[in-house]
């Protein structure tokens, strides 16, 4: 048996891992890698906690935004619950998800209460513990117009477009009138009035120009399931027609929430939504990058946005926006998360872990120590606090070879 003169003491490393540096060269206070072992702040080892497995079944995208828990498992969108006895219960909010969580991950939004998603193929929005389509749908088709000789409107040139309201009261887009020429005094019937296919839609507004005008004004609000119409001058024009052309918002394999619009990407150029509009937008609602970008974070200064670099866009209005260079290259896809601790972001890159701070400013936190694997590709983060030690904990994908500036040479200790 060993006494206690034969036992050497090691540690503490308040300094961390450091796998960039020779063996010989590595800093007083620094490990070369610490493996199944937890850190705290003061630099002393602590075994990791084994686990548990509390649900079955292969999943991915697990997401949080501090009240409801989701994940995609067994195809099923699904909301975790933590029963007081510690089981969890699991809730399907939607089937038909793909399991392939790399290139169809889920993403988030979450904003007053309401969540929106999307994977990349498919949208919806949470609102109140059940799922729903995201955006109101746009009328199929537009009606046939047919000019009356009674009905007491100017002669002239008019034209009808429609709209959807759903029973949260969000309004769909409109698509280009329907011209129709009118005698003096005459009227316009509306037949063929298209009806939604979302249960959630209640109602249809017709939208009807002036005489040789081009503004929208609404006429009247007809019940689902009314498919005529007749304007006439009797009725008295309601407000303008705000929501022409705007569209629900395409699939994304990126969200973001910020000053008011939702951006997101989908394979092209990174899409906005109208400012407090959440579920509409123009086709045109676009930011140019020289890559598709893998990162959208907000912070109150302004977004950060890596594609080929990382960039960041100060202030809130998209139309003013001019791309500074934060960083020579991008980030993981889907790693960046608010800090816990600190107005700010934080993210995974090539080069290691990465934080953004609210004016704009960013520093990586690793690289100078860190060196982490070649050909990452996706990463994710999430911060934990247990027994008074606060992590953010990293999880990389792809990365199988070794970086050349990590260091090969260790000094092993069991």
């Known amino acids: 048996m060993a006494s206690d003169e034969d036992l050497v003491s090691l540690g503490p490393w308040p300094l961390g891992v450091d796998n960039r540096k020779s063996d010989h060269a590595v800093p007083r206070g620094t490990l070369r890698a610490a493996e199944n072992i937890i850190l705290t702040s003061d630099g002393h080892a602590r075994r990791r906690d084994g686990l548990t497995e509390r649900l079955a079944g292969a999943c991915h995208s697990a997401w949080s935004n ?40 889920l993403v988030c939004a979450s904003i007053d209460g309401i969540i929106y998603w999307s994977n990349g193929d498919l949208t919806g929005k949470i609102v109140n513990g059940v799922n729903r389509s995201w955006g109101v749908e746009l009328p199929a088709l537009q009606p046939t117009c047919t ?35 009118v005698v003096e005094g005459g009227g316009i019937l509306v037949a063929g009035i298209s009806q939604p296919a979302d249960a959630n839609v209640d109602f249809i507004r017709v939208y009807v120009t002036e005489a040789d005008s081009e503004t ?29 052309f705007l569209v629900p918002p395409p699939p994304a394999t990126l969200l973001c929430v910020h000053d008011g619009r939702i951006y997101g990407v989908d394979g092209k150029n990174p899409w906005f939504t109208e400012s407090l509009r959440y579920g509409a ?33 100060a202030g809130g209005d998209p139309t003013k926006f001019l791309p500074r260079e934060v960083f020579p290259y991008g980030a993981l896809k889907g790693s960046a998360i608010q800090h816990p601790d600190r107005p700010g972001v934080l993210w995974l890159s090539e080069e290691g872990f990465c934080y953004g701070s609210p004016d704009g400013s960013a520093i990586n936190l690793t690289q100078t120590k860190i060196a982490l694997r070649d050909g990452l590709e996706s990463g994710a983060l999430v911060y934990k606090e247990e027994n008074g030690v606060k992590q953010i904990i990293g999880a990389m994908a792809g990365g199988d070879v070794v970086s050349p500036l990590e260091s090969t040479e260790y000094t092993e200790v069991n």
């Open 281 to 313: 937008m123009k086709y045109s609602n676009r930011l140019a990058f020289e890559a598709i970008p893998t990162m959208l974070a907000s912070v109150d200064g302004g977004l950060f946005v890596a594609a080929d670099k990382t960039y960041f866009l």
């Open 147 to 181: 000019a009356l000789t009674t009905g007491g409107l100017h002669a002239g040139r008019y034209q009808v477009t429609l709209t959807f309201i759903d029973d949260l009261g969000e309004e769909s887009g409109a698509r280009a009138g329907v011209l129709v020429n």
């Open 216 to 244: 929208f004004y609404l006429w009247t609000t007809l019940a689902v399931g009314t498919t005529t119409y007749t304007v006439t001058a009797s009725s008295n024009p309601g407000r303008k027609l705000s929501t022409q």
């Open 66 to 105: 501090g009240s409801t828990f989701l994940l995609v498992r067994a195809e099923n969108l699904e909301t975790l619950t933590r029963n007081p006895s510690g089981t969890i219960t699991a809730t399907t909010l939607r089937s038909g998800m793909n399991m392939d969580g790399v290139n169809f991950p």
